[in-house]
């Protein structure tokens, strides 16, 4: 167009705009539009004209499209809340997407939107591979947290944490945090499988002798109970 030969590139903008009326179906004046209003840093009009050549794409595409719609949301305009809403567009057209459940996360947790929250951290859980088993154990300590503190919910806690000590057999935290939720929530025999589970695995005589130390007490608290 003339405009751009001008150097002009917002005059340049309008006339693909008006070009993009003409015909909706023609991807070509939207890109064009795309590019000028990056330049202009025009960002709302980049979220538009990027929502409408989505409709056009295939689903890999178009879910690429989403998230780039919610990094924009996110760094140019401060809309989180739009965000969140581009992203889970692309979640819903890519459900396995780990990024795209990533920057979810972290948008909810900005937000402490709690129960959605932890519906991530699963979904995500159920998509770590192989080379992520710290990234998994994180995610369920993470969510493991959330339910205990956030939505008094222990036994789904106590679920999580297990998970995490079936993957890391002996983990101090977990095994602390566990017996914590066992106690609160009178679960007695897992209580003391767990202290005797650690006094087996505890460094040195000292540390053995103090979780022994627990095991009586418990044990008679319980035989004082009958």
């Not at 209003?37 to 794409?57: F, G, H, I, S, Y």
């Not at 972290?106 to 709690?114: E, P, R, Y």
Request: glycine residues 4%; hydrophobic residues 40%.
């Amino acid at each position: 167009l003339h405009d751009e030969k001008r150097d002009d590139p917002r005059s340049a903008l309008k006339a693909y705009e008006r070009l993009a009326a003409l015909d909706e179906t023609d991807p070509d004046p939207l890109d064009k539009i795309d590019r000028l209003a990056v330049l202009l840093a025009d960002w709302p009009t980049v979220v538009r004209v990027v929502a409408k050549r989505a409709e056009q794409m295939g689903d890999e595409d178009r879910a690429s499209a989403w998230r780039r719609i919610g990094e924009v949301q996110r760094d140019m305009l401060d809309n989180q809340t739009a965000a969140i809403e581009a992203y889970e567009h692309a979640l819903e057209i890519e459900p396995e997407n780990a990024f795209t459940v990533d920057r979810l996360i972290d948008l909810h947790d900005a937000k402490n939107d709690v129960p959605r929250l932890v519906e991530l951290y699963k979904r995500r859980i159920e998509l770590t591979t192989e080379d992520e088993a710290d990234l998994k154990h994180q995610l369920l300590l993470d969510a493991a947290g959330r339910y205990e503190t956030s939505l008094s919910d222990p036994r789904e806690a106590i679920t999580l944490l297990g998970d995490a000590l079936a993957a890391r057999p002996g983990d101090e935290e977990v095994m602390r945090r566990l017996e914590k939720l066992y106690a609160t929530e009178k679960m007695w025999s897992e209580l003391l499988d767990s202290l005797r589970d650690r006094a087996q695995r505890a460094a040195n005589d000292a540390d053995r002798s103090a979780i022994r130390k627990q095991i009586g007490a418990l044990q008679i608290g319980r035989a004082s109970c009958r």
